[in-house]
T-cell receptor, first 110, second 115 residues
Framework: KNEVEQSPQNLTAQEGEFITINCSYS?????LHWLQQHPGGGIVSLFM???GKKKHGRLIATINIQEKHSSLHITASHPRDSAVYICAVRPVQGAQKLVFGQGTRLTINP | KAGVTQTPRYLIKTRGQQVTLSCSPI?????VSWYQQTPGQGLQFLFEYFSETQRNKGNFPGRFSGRQFSNSRSEMNVSTLELGDSALYLC??????????????FGPGTRLLVL
């Protein structure tokens, strides 16, 4: 079993829909990261969380440390949000070593 | 500030050759991490350097090595290339060595194809 599991693996939605991507992990962590990867490969770090909730524009990320679960929400989705979203955790043991989920491929249709 | 840069962006090699990839972190960043991304395995951690010292290494064979220079630029080397080494190699930098407490900034990656 992977240390980091994401669901769903693929998600297709219509423009304007509310999107939720889930991430569950099995190890103790210091931080959890949400990353966005567009076609072509470049990765952008969206959020780094250790507790609670963060918001940036239409993106919201939450984490529940006790349940070892995080969610990434996108409100009023837009075709430009189409990308692969990757959850990564930094285990308490392992310093800078990020452990990644397999990613969620999001497609927003106009 | 300029972002993380990686050279070359694309590379084609044949089995048995070796390859060196380069990463220049954001100015002032002293920590550099390397990752491999393949369709089958996804993103995997290779190694991380801070102040010219390797602090962590992932589960990769000894054919994969790296180093960091005094100006924080980093190189990774893969010797005796195998077909399975075909991947996108990503480098990421962060300011310091505060373990687990910093956002990493990713470069555009080097896409390596081994024939």
């Amino acid at each position: 079993k992977n240390e980091v599991e994401q669901s769903p693996q693929n998600l297709t939605a219509q423009e304007g829909e509310f999107i939720t991507i889930n991430c569950s992990y099995s190890v103790g962590i210091s931080t959890l990261h949400w990353l966005q990867q567009h076609p072509g490969g470049g990765i952008v770090s969206l959020f780094m969380l250790s507790s609670g909730k963060k918001k940036h524009g239409r993106l919201i990320a939450t984490i529940n440390i006790q349940e070892k679960h995080s969610s990434l929400h996108i409100t009023a989705s837009h075709p430009r949000d189409s990308a692969v979203y990757i959850c990564a955790v930094r285990p308490v043991q392992g310093a800078q070593k990020l452990v990644f989920g397999q990613g969620t491929r999001l497609t927003i249709n106009p | 500030k300029a972002g993380v840069t990686q050279t070359p962006r694309y590379l084609i090699k044949t089995r048995g050759q070796q390859v060196t990839l380069s990463c220049s972190p954001i100015s002032g960043h002293r920590s550099v991490s390397w990752y491999q991304q393949t369709p089958g395995q996804g993103l995997q951690f290779l190694f991380e350097y801070f102040s010219e010292t390797q602090r962590n290494k992932g589960n990769f064979p000894g054919r994969f090595s790296g180093r960091q220079f005094s100006n924080s630029r980093s190189e990774m080397n893969v010797s005796t290339l195998e077909l399975g080494d075909s991947a996108l190699y990503l480098c990421a930098s962060s300011p310091t060595q505060l373990a687990g407490q910093e956002t990493q900034y990713f470069g555009p990656g080097t896409r390596l194809l081994v024939l």
